[in-house]
């Protein structure tokens, strides 16, 4: 395994000094006797973050033993039905903690804890730190059983944290795992970093699949011009599992000539969403392919990179460059990726468009078809910071003409922008581009301008709609549209672009309901999931003659009723595999979801707790007295998030 020296653990953890805690210098016991193999490594891409743990692999099975990996002290017990689902938290002498997620239950004692906590108002949901109680737990003791609650299939999600609660790899420990597998690479990726930038010609993201030879990678040569950014869509695995892990360390060489290092050992929770920033978003969001940048982009502070690593891409003068991508394990299993970069002088010649069919939703209840708006043709645009790329074949026919408008209301000037060139748009508080030849009137789209650290608003164009960005909303200047397509009294789709690029923090959208829409109760908005093909929820609130929900992404959102209640059925008893018997149900809700705090569940007339498992669609009947009968009477209690309720009874025998 890795030696790592003391110098650099201070150096990545500064608390140690005051906390006297080293990870390379502490000893960790396993967690559990499932297995000694993994289902996902640290610094692996979720939907929004960095993994911040190891995922040990129980096999698809529930129930094995959970134990203390040192001893501590009980610090926090947390029960959901997302996010960690089940999870405890010790607290060890030196000051750093370990977490212990996705259980099926704890043991005996912290469970009548949970239980004592729960039963108090019959809650699904609590997280509560328990220091006061001063709970002992030695190394080794059984703490829980490994299970499947919150997100994901049965897996042990194990997670190591300083004294300053950051997550750190836990492989920088005694702890190892057996692996003399190379990473493979998949997929190289070039971006434009400025809008005079050329890959193969085009002013587009540009991937390539490599030849193999063992280790040995080859993606051959990539004509260039300008600024670019190189990624890999990489992957790493390990012995007698087939699960793909994320690589630990990244090195982009020219010659002897150091440009890019990464590795990754711990990071802050504050900065996990920069992932985005660290990943190509574009293709992230478009394929659910990570590919990781090579480079520090803009608003990127994570402490991954090294010396030498460099900012916004790289400029490489005229001719031809070889460069050497460099991938290891946390074991020291080694990859090399040659790549020749032919750089030639910049142009802006004629480029060569590439039309992107637009997909989205379908079906009845309301569903519209996807947009029927500007943003149509804006998913085959290149969105940067500064500039705009119209790329789309279909937006050719006309120019366009611009208006800038400055943060004191004044038009800078109007002018004439063809669908060859680019669009700059640093100088604008306000930039409206419009295009004639569509239809009577062309068509109009406003472009206003978010700053990091202040607050803004988009306003709709053409739909009673706003967005309001708040301070630490956008991780960089970005230039924000918000069109609309009414469809029907309740069926409203509302576009907010660029999709293209991550946020940082939420924006709030705001919906104007007009008369008819403020008396229908079953209103609310939903985010659309272009790759996935769904609509999702989103807290929607009410308030007079508005809705207000919070967004996390830019994209599709919709407003729609929800006026159908729960689906409950499929009743039975079953037996968990920790020993405990329980009521389960089946439930379904296919547009808001189900209302986890609302629910109610009773069997023989004894209330028990309502554990809702949204994954698997069920909800369990909890009760630490419940044992089989010859009978039961289930009834269930269920609302969705916009109220509509239903109440079902069952008999078994």
Not at 157 to 164: I, M, N, V
Not at 297 to 315: E, H, W
Not at 384 to 408: C, E, F, G, M, V
Not at 536 to 546: D, I, L, M, S, W
Request: charged share 25%; aromatic share 10%; no cysteine.
């Amino acid at each position: 395994m890795r030696t790592t020296s003391l110098l650099w653990i201070l150096l990545i953890f500064p608390s140690a000094v005051s906390a006297q805690f080293t990870p390379d210098t502490t000893d960790y016991l396993w967690p559990t006797n499932a297995s000694p193999y993994l289902s996902g490594t640290f610094g692996e891409t979720r939907s929004r973050h960095f993994h911040a743990a190891l995922d040990i692999k129980t096999w698809g099975r529930r129930g094995y033993d959970v134990y203390a990996t040192r001893d501590g002290q009980l610090h926090r017990i947390a029960i959901g039905p997302g996010g960690y689902g089940k999870a405890i938290y010790l607290k060890h002498d030196d000051g750093s903690y370990s977490v212990y997620a996705h259980l099926l239950s704890f043991e005996k004692n912290i469970q009548q804890l949970a239980d004592s906590l729960r039963f108090r108002d019959y809650s699904n949901k609590i997280d509560i730190v328990v220091d006061s109680l001063e709970i002992q737990i030695n190394r080794g003791d059984r703490i829980a059983y490994s299970g499947a609650t919150g997100i994901g299939p049965p897996h042990l999600h194990f997670e190591l944290r300083t004294p300053s609660e950051k997550p750190f790899n836990p492989l920088l420990t005694n702890l190892s795992i057996p692996d003399n597998i190379p990473p493979r690479f998949s997929g190289l990726a070039i971006e434009p970093l400025s809008p005079t930038s050329r890959i193969e010609g085009r002013n587009q993201i540009y991937t390539r699949r490599p030849t193999r030879d063992s280790t040995f990678y080859d993606f051959g040569t990539v004509v260039t011009s300008g600024r670019v950014g190189l990624a890999v869509d990489i992957y790493d695995r390990a012995n007698r599992v087939h699960n793909a892990y994320a690589v630990y360390d990244l090195k982009l060489m020219r010659d002897e000539e150091l440009l890019f290092h990464s590795r990754v050992d711990s990071f802050s929770y504050d900065d996990t969403g920069q992932m985005f920033l660290d990943r190509i978003y574009p293709l992230l969001q478009r394929t659910g392919k990570a590919y990781q940048r090579l480079y520090v982009a803009d608003g990127n502070t994570l402490p991954f990179y090294r010396a030498g690593s460099q900012k916004r891409g790289i400029n490489l003068p005229e001719g031809l460059h070889e460069l050497r991508i460099i991938a290891e394990d946390y074991n020291g299993n080694q990859s090399v990726a040659h790549v020749k970069i032919d750089v030639q002088p910049r142009t802006m010649a004629e480029h060569e468009y590439q039309t992107n069919e637009p997909g989205g939703p379908h079906g009845g209840n309301g569903t519209p078809r996807y947009p029927k708006t500007l943003t149509a043709a804006q998913d085959s645009w290149q969105w940067h910071k500064n500039w705009i790329n119209i790329n789309s074949a279909a937006d050719r026919s006309q120019p366009y003409t611009l208006i800038s408008i400055d943060r004191n209301g004044r038009s800078v000037y109007p002018r004439k922008a063809t669908p060859d060139s680019f669009i700059a748009i640093d100088e604008s508080d306000l930039l409206t581009i419009h295009q004639p030849g569509y239809g009577r009137q062309g068509r109009t789209l406003h472009l206003y301008r978010m700053f990091p650290g202040q607050q803004g608003r988009a306003f709709g164009d053409g739909i009673r709609a706003y967005a309001t960005f708040l301070p630490n909303t956008v991780y960089d200047t970005l230039s924000v549209s918000l069109t609309g397509h009414i469809h029907s009294a309740d069926s409203v789709e509302i576009n907010i672009q660029p999709d293209t690029q991550p946020l940082k923090g939420s924006f709030e959208l705001t919906y104007i309901l007009d008369e008819a829409q403020q008396q229908d109760t079953t209103l609310a908005l939903y985010e659309y999931d272009k790759r996935k093909g769904r609509l999702n929820y989103v807290a929607t609130r009410r308030g007079g003659p508005v809705l207000k929900a919070k967004g996390d992404k830019l994209g599709t959102y919709y407003l729609l009723p929800d006026t159908a209640a729960p689906e409950i059925h499929s009743p039975r008893i079953l037996r968990r595999a920790d020993g405990t018997w329980m009521g389960m149900v089946r439930a379904e809700d296919t547009r808001s979801g189900i209302d986890y705090r609302t629910t109610e569940f009773y069997i023989n007339g004894v209330r028990g707790i309502a554990e809702f498992e949204p994954e698997d669609e069920r909800i369990l009947y909890y009760h630490p007295d419940f044992k089989p009968a010859s009978s039961y009477i289930m009834r269930v209690v269920a609302t969705d998030r916009v109220g509509n309720r239903v109440v079902k009874e069952f008999v078994l025998d």
